[in-house]
């Protein structure tokens, strides 16, 4: 073969390789982008303790809660950190973007529903922003 045959066949195979990458692909996702923004919602809801306030003046809304429940032994634990998440979930559905925690606990007495369980109540709040 001579290198005039060879460089145009390498040519004609560099061509058809990019070509056949080229078209018209649109990306399709069977994630639901509400379900997108409802995820990410607690991340919106800054988190005070009794100790530390907001620095800026906030009005009170209402109070809220979140449990969660160990069901089995083989469950994972009731968590204080998803109770807490379950509480600005339900804050940040009332329009709240801050929640002062009242109170976490942590029950390990096995009920009739749960084998632990987590409870966290909170001060839902409307910080203004400047």
Do not use: H, W
Not at 18 to 23: K, N
Not at 64 to 75: H, I, L, N, P, R
Not at 85 to 101: E, F, M, V, W, Y
């Amino acid at each position: 073969m001579s290198l005039f045959s060879i460089r145009n066949l390498s040519c004609a195979a560099v061509s058809l390789l990019l070509t056949a990458c080229a078209g018209d692909y649109a990306f399709k996702s069977n994630l639901d982008p509400k379900a997108i923004d409802d995820y990410f919602k607690p991340s919106q809801v800054a988190v005070f303790d009794g100790k530390t306030l907001p620095n800026a003046p906030f009005k009170r809304l209402t109070l809220v809660s979140g449990e969660t429940c160990q069901f089995k032994a083989t469950d994972a634990p009731a968590s204080i950190i998803e109770a807490k998440t379950l509480a600005r979930r339900a804050a940040a559905d009332l329009g709240a973007n801050g929640i002062i925690i009242q109170r976490c606990q942590l029950i390990e007495i096995a009920e009739q529903d749960c084998v632990s369980r987590a409870l966290c109540v909170a001060q839902a709040i409307k910080i203004n922003q400047q």
